[in-house]
């Protein structure tokens, strides 16, 4: 079965500085999908960034970036120029025809 | 912007009642998912359908829960009786094209649910 690991349940930053969220995952498979979603607190999970991993170039949104590492089955998400509103849960997601895996998220927590 | 809407967006109940919650995707999305989130855990699929057909319900405890979209559109989720371990944020989800893994999935903003 296909596992997401988010190792950090819980990450602070600073306005204006740079954070790094981490995502392993387990698959046997050769083509799949990974995601970032952000869930503000009450409000609707958005999608955030999205990695083909077929692709060998890593994926950029705005401040947004990931280090796709696919041997060792990586995929951490960069949050540049962090700001009040990025604050949030983090989820990390697999994603591969039906079956669709998230991990147990990271609480981002943005400091004034 | 068209939105997932999902009703209600709490709902408090007795364990051993029923209850239902209702989700409307964006308009011409034929794929709608649920997910079930525990606190503190990530979401999880229950069940996914294509149009008004299930696709995946592997994830549903049928015994207790079931899930209609009969006209292809809205669907309902039913929970009976409920339990108190089925305490949890439920998600819906809708996406445009038929089983695409790149396709993104846009959520609602959920249903709390807590059982007393």
């Known amino acids: 079965a296909q596992t997401v690991t988010q190792s950090q349940p819980e990450m602070s930053v600073q306005e204006a500085e740079t954070v790094t969220l981490s995502c392993t995952y387990d698959?046997?498979?050769?083509?799949?999908?990974l995601f970032w979603y952000k869930q503000p607190p009450s409000r609707q999970m958005i999608l955030v960034i999205r990695?083909?991993?077929?692709?060998?170039q890593n994926a950029t949104e705005n401040r947004f970036s990931v280090n796709f590492q696919k041997a060792a089955k990586s995929f951490s998400l960069k949050i540049s120029d962090s700001q009040l509103g990025d604050a949030a849960m983090y989820f990390c997601?697999?994603?591969?025809?039906?079956?669709?895996?998230f991990g147990a998220g990271t609480r981002l927590t943005v400091k004034p | 912007e068209a939105e997932v809407a999902q009703s209600p967006r709490y709902k408090i109940t007795e364990k051993s009642q029923a209850v239902a919650f209702w989700c409307d995707p964006i308009?011409?999305?034929?794929?709608l998912y649920w997910y079930r989130q525990i606190l503190g855990q990530g979401p999880e699929l229950l069940v996914q359908?294509?149009?008004?057909?299930?696709?995946?319900d592997s994830q549903l405890p049928k015994d207790r829960f079931s899930a209609e979209r009969l006209k292809g559109v809205d669907s309902t989720l039913k929970i009976q009786p409920a339990e108190l371990g089925d305490s949890a944020m439920y998600l819906c989800?809708?996406?445009?094209?038929?089983?695409?893994?790149?396709?993104?999935?846009?959520f609602g903003p959920g249903t709390r649910l807590t059982v007393l």
């Open positions: 989800a809708s996406s445009s094209v038929l089983l695409s893994s790149y396709n993104e999935q846009f």
């Open positions: 698959t046997s498979e050769s083509d799949y999908y």
């Open positions: 990695q083909e991993a077929y692709k060998q």
């Open positions: 997601a697999y994603r591969r025809f039906d079956d669709m895996r």
């Open positions: 308009s011409g999305h034929a794929t």
């Open positions: 359908f294509q149009d008004e057909s299930v696709v995946d």
